[in-house]
C-alpha cells in the first residue's frame, strides 16, 4: 500500500461502492517499479465472472481538496476499466499520502 503520514486503521474504515471516475490515480503512489499486465488480465476474468470475488479497492478520502485517492487497487482498478465496470466497493478511510 501507498506510504502514508500515519498508518490509517482500515478496520474501521467504510465500505462504499465509488464511482471510478471519482477517483484520482496517482501513479507515485503505485509501489511497484512495473505494471504487472498478467495480473490486470487475471482480475479481468474475475471480474467478467463475479465482481464481487474481489476485494473492495483502498481508498484516502482527502478534505483539502475533497477528492477520493486510489491507495492500494491500481490493477484492479485498470482491470475493471478495461472490462467496462463503472463503480467498485472501496473502503474508505481519511489520511494523507506522503
Do not use: H, W
Not at 498478467?38 to 475533497?66: M, N, S
Amino acid at each position: 500500500m501507498a506510504a502514508f503520514d500515519e498508518a490509517p486503521d482500515l478496520s474501521a474504515a467504510e465500505v462504499r461502492t465509488l464511482p471510478l471516475t471519482q477517483l484520482v490515480v496517482d501513479e507515485n503512489l503505485y509501489s511497484r517499479t512495473a505494471i504487472n499486465y498478467q495480473a490486470i488480465a487475471t482480475y479481468e476474468e474475475l471480474y467478467e465472472e463475479d465482481p464481487a470475488r474481489l476485494p473492495p479497492l483502498d481508498v484516502c478520502q482527502q478534505t483539502r481538496p475533497k477528492r477520493y485517492l486510489l491507495a492500494d487497487g491500481f490493477l484492479r482498478y485498470y482491470a475493471a476499466i478495461r472490462t467496462k465496470i463503472t463503480a467498485l466497493p472501496s473502503r474508505i478511510f481519511v489520511g494523507t499520502p506522503r
